[in-house]
């Protein structure tokens, strides 16, 4: 796939070069090998790069020799063009595509001759310099060898064959060998067909996409209040199902089996496509591991499942693990803006434009172990509109290295959900979490022989949406194991403001501030909230009991103020 008359200025290049060439280069092509240095010391980091360098063309590729790759590792290879000034990158991906992106040399640093000179390998090299997105490049490139290569151009390409590039003076590849090729072993440098063409973004995209694993689980679904709902029969893989009205949505997935060592996010977009105001929402899943499940819950009704008994006389069911019920794991807290998308024509406000959508994306990578195999996940958004809101939800899988890991020497995770007060059944009659009025919620765990380095995930977020609620009022979280004071933390948020362009039907007041601006217990219209981890180093072994303390607001008339509250237990085995 040369460019046009790329062949007649090819076969040209190489007559008139070979007046001129010495009889090694008459072979066409030579083989060089580079290592990676890092601050003057040789490194194994990323295997060997490899260049053919031919008079006219040349191309440059990774080995690493001994080293198992993860399988989804693009095989990919660097070409130049020097008659046409134009470099290809072609990468084979997983999943049998082959894609590449051509750049003219016009697109890579400028590089300019200092005088200086150093032998390599018996060869006389030429310095140049320049710089790559702020960063120094060093060039050291020989004439005498009378063929051209490069095994990092983005740095720059030169007419020669490079021997050394040093970027910020302690990072760099030196080559370490230099072989002929015999004509009778020279293979073409181009591929035959160098696959689909894409822009440099999308290539890259492509690229690093190929390293993640990405389930699907909800795309575009309503979440609303009071709509038919039919759900599917029996279980099955795959399928919406829809409860409390319709203000949950969940859906049993098969979730990858991936080494520990690699990152997941979860990626939430929601829009609004009725109800104007800001909801409290979650994303979970339900564990599955013990005699009763928060799905029976759905399934059976709330009343179904274990409560906790406060002192106000209230069962608060479906919030506390007890050692036959597991409560629902909260994977991301968010809160949807007012409005945004729905309401972005019905309300204009000078110098602001509305997005189309809120978009959360967190880091949910300790939960691991949860998230693999068939799992339980749904979404929560609370809400009595009949549009409601619009969610898409994937799970994303990302390897923490491209050399395969070990797993034997690994510790194993162990991970114990605790409780969670936020009442994703409210439309089906489950309690706000107002437990906390004169009690703190309490909880019994066992922590299994073996297990260390104990950590509390914790979210927490206040409500009550008057002057004197807790959504407006800093309130201090306290948590006690055994009767100790073990920590504490106040969730306040005063960014809230950042997220105007998301929230058009909010209330502006006459001051100039909107509702959306406001400070808030933990949490704004439009955003995720971020768990805190809160470490328990010093639990040992045996029967614990954890009790959280808020000091909630009174209640004023029909006005009342609760806590959203969740923890799971992290440790190691």
């Not at 590089?111 to 490049?137: A, M, P, Q």
């Not at 339900?286 to 009763?292: D, F, T």
Request: hydrophobic residues 35%; charged residues 20%.
């Amino acid at each position: 796939m040369l460019r046009k008359n790329s062949f007649i200025v090819l076969i040209l290049s190489v007559i008139v070069a070979g007046f001129s060439a010495s009889a090694k280069s008459d072979s066409g092509k030579t083989k060089i090998i580079y290592q990676t240095v890092i601050n003057g010391e040789p490194s194994s980091r990323g295997g060997q790069t490899i260049v053919i360098a031919g008079i006219a063309q040349a191309k440059a590729f990774s080995e690493n020799p001994g080293v198992e790759l993860i399988p989804q590792t693009p095989q990919e290879v660097s070409y130049i063009e020097f008659s046409e000034k134009f470099t290809y990158q072609v990468a084979d991906l997983f999943n049998g595509r082959r894609i590449y992106t051509e750049t003219p040399f016009s697109e890579y640093p400028k590089l300019e001759e200092t005088g200086e000179t150093e032998e390599i390998l018996g060869y006389t090299c030429k310095k140049v310099k320049g710089s790559l997105r702020s960063n120094s490049i060093e060039i050291w490139y020989t004439t005498e060898l009378n063929v051209n290569g490069t095994p990092l151009m983005s740095h720059g390409i030169v007419d020669g064959l490079v021997l050394k590039v040093v970027r910020n003076g302690n990072y760099g590849l030196v080559a370490t060998s230099i072989e002929e090729i015999k004509k009778k072993d020279a293979e073409p440098v181009f591929p035959e067909n160098l696959g689909e063409k894409a822009d440099a973004p999308l290539y890259r995209h492509l690229l690093t996409s190929s390293f993640i694993t990405t389930v699907e689980v909800f795309n575009n679904e309503q979440i609303s209040w009071g709509n038919p709902i039919e759900n599917p029969d029996g279980i099955q893989l795959n399928k919406t199902y829809k409860y409390a009205g319709g203000t949950i949505i969940a859906k049993k997935v098969k979730l990858p089996e991936v080494a520990s060592d690699h990152l997941v996010f979860a990626e939430l977009e929601q829009y609004s496509n009725g109800d104007a105001y800001d909801r409290t929402g979650t994303v979970f899943m339900i564990p599955e591991n013990k005699e009763k499940s928060f799905f029976d819950a759905l399934e059976n009704g709330v009343e179904t499942v274990p409560a906790f008994q406060a002192a106000n006389g209230k069962s608060y069911h479906g919030t506390v693990a007890t050692p036959d019920f597991a409560p629902a794991v909260e994977l991301v807290r968010f809160f949807t803006p007012f409005g945004v998308n729905h309401f972005n024509e019905q309300v204009q406000v000078y110098g602001q434009e509305w997005e189309e959508k809120a978009y959360y994306k967190q880091d949910i990578t300790e939960l691991l172990p949860l998230l693999k195999g068939e799992v339980w996940i749904g979404v929560f958004i609370g809400n009595y509109d009949k549009g409601g809101h619009k969610v898409s939800l994937e799970i994303k899988y990302y390897p923490g290295d491209r050399v395969v890991r070990e797993q034997e020497n690994e510790k194993e995770a162990w991970i114990y959900p605790l409780f969670n007060t936020l009442n994703i059944m409210e439309m089906a009659g489950q309690e706000y979490g107002t437990l906390f009025e004169n009690d703190s919620l309490e909880i019994a765990f066992e922590v299994p022989e073996g297990v260390e380095n104990l950590t509390l995930r914790y979210i927490s977020t206040g409500h009550g949406g008057w002057g004197g609620g807790d959504e407006f009022n800093q309130k201090l979280n306290e948590i006690f194991i055994d009767d100790k004071w073990v920590d504490s933390y106040t969730p306040w948020n005063c960014n809230c403001g950042s997220f105007r362009k998301y929230n058009p039907a909010s209330g502006n007041f006459w001051n100039g501030v909107t509702s959306s601006d406001y400070s808030r217990s933990g949490w704004c219209p439009g955003e995720a909230t971020n768990p805190v981890f809160i470490p328990l180093k010093n639990l040992n072994p045996g029967r614990h009991v954890m009790k959280i303390a808020i000091p909630i607001g009174e209640r004023e008339g029909g006005s009342f103020s609760h806590w959203n509250i969740s923890g799971v237990l992290v440790g190691e085995k």
